[in-house]
Each structure stands twice: as structure tokens, then as C-alpha cells.
């Protein structure tokens, strides 16, 4: 198992770094409207708390929110619809320029939005279950998008038309990652696809 852990995590790491280089070879970035990350290691005054963030707390979530919900149970489908509404919370009303952002109105309208939708997932988990048996391709796709756009609040400029209009190009580091973790958490589990998820992470931030 370690074996195969430590195979599928180079693997997604040659295709990242690939991905990564042919995007700054080609500058995609620059296809865009002044469209880079806001913040990166350098933006942190403590760099252990952001390593945290970045290697275990974002992926963890990343995988509950995204990954979880690929299979079908109550709880699983709940974890992929509050996903998808916490992407349109980012993409629609997140500033990542205000500290205080999430305060205590904003997480108590969050537990109780969240206690509503699992309100729901268990009245309708009849009808949930028939959509997840007929289109699980179709979930998958929805997972990969979300996930990849969640991202999307992160850069500059984000509502610029140009950068709007380009972002499937601009995100494709995402989208391919959304599929090699989507093939991972379906095929080997949800826990081989997070602790890949981790070490690639780590990877990455300190490549």
C-alpha cells in the first residue's frame, strides 16, 4: 500500500509539475486580465500555521466537500451539496482581502444553512439516490467543476470578463487535479485519495 501510495502520488506530481510548467511556458496566466494568486508563503507571518492550512486542513476539506460525495450514502450526498453552495459563497460574496470575513453572523447563518440542507438530503434521499444511480457521470463532472472553481475566488481580478471567460484554461491545473482525485477516491477510497492529496500538497509548497 505504501508502495502504491508513494507510485500514484509521483505520478500526479510529474502530471502537476507538467501542467505547472507548460502554464508559465505558454503564460496562461497572462492570457488573463492581471490574474495571479492574491496570497502565497511570503504573505504569512506564520509560516507553520499556513502550512497547516495548505498541506492538511484545505486538502481534508477539499476531499469532504468534493471527493466524499462521488459515492452515494446520506451523509456523502450532503457533504457534495454543501460544496457546491460553499463554492458559490466564494465565487459570489468572499473577500479575501478582509480579515474578518467569516464571523460570527456569517458561520451562524452557516450552521444553520448547513442544518437546513441535511434537512433536506434526508427528506429527499429516496430521489437522491435514483440521480446518483442514473447520472453518476454526470457527478462526477459537477464534482470536478466545483472543485476546480472553488479556486477561482483566490486570484486577482476575478471579475474581470476576460478572466471569467478564460478561466477553464486558467484553472486547468484544477480540473486535472479534480479528475486524478475524482479516479483515486473512486477507485482505491476516499482515504488513499486524501493522504495523496496531502503529500502532494506538500510537494508543492515546499518544491
Avoid at 507538467?18 to 497572462?30: C, K, M, S, Y
Avoid at 477539499?62 to 466524499?68: D, G, I, S, T
Avoid at 476546480?148 to 474581470?160: F, K
Avoid at 477507485?187 to 495523496?196: A, E, I, Q, S
Amino acid at each position: 500500500m505504501i508502495l502504491f501510495f508513494l507510485k500514484i502520488t509521483f505520478i500526479i506530481f510529474i502530471i502537476f509539475y507538467t501542467l505547472h510548467f507548460i502554464a508559465n511556458f505558454t503564460n496562461f496566466n497572462e492570457l488573463g486580465d492581471n490574474f495571479e494568486r492574491k496570497k502565497n508563503i511570503n504573505s504569512y507571518e506564520n509560516i507553520y500555521l499556513y502550512s497547516f492550512i495548505t498541506i492538511i486542513f484545505t486538502p481534508f476539506l477539499e476531499e469532504l466537500f468534493f471527493r466524499k460525495g462521488l459515492v452515494y450514502s446520506v451523509i456523502n450526498s450532503f457533504f457534495l451539496l454543501f460544496g457546491i453552495l460553499y463554492t458559490f459563497f466564494l465565487l459570489f460574496f468572499y473577500n479575501i482581502n478582509e480579515k474578518n470575513f467569516i464571523n460570527n453572523q456569517t458561520f451562524l447563518t452557516g450552521v444553520i444553512i448547513s442544518a437546513f440542507l441535511f434537512l433536506l438530503v434526508y427528506i429527499f434521499k429516496t430521489e437522491i439516490k435514483k440521480i446518483y444511480l442514473s447520472f453518476p457521470k454526470q457527478i462526477i463532472i459537477i464534482s470536478i467543476f466545483f472543485f476546480a472553481y472553488s479556486h477561482y475566488p483566490m486570484y486577482s481580478n476575478n471579475h474581470n470578463i476576460t478572466n471569467i471567460l478564460l478561466s477553464p484554461i486558467l484553472l486547468i491545473e484544477y480540473i486535472i487535479g479534480g479528475i486524478i482525485f475524482s479516479y483515486i477516491r473512486l477507485k482505491y477510497g476516499f482515504l488513499l485519495g486524501l493522504f495523496t492529496h496531502f503529500f502532494l500538497n506538500f510537494i508543492l509548497l515546499y518544491l
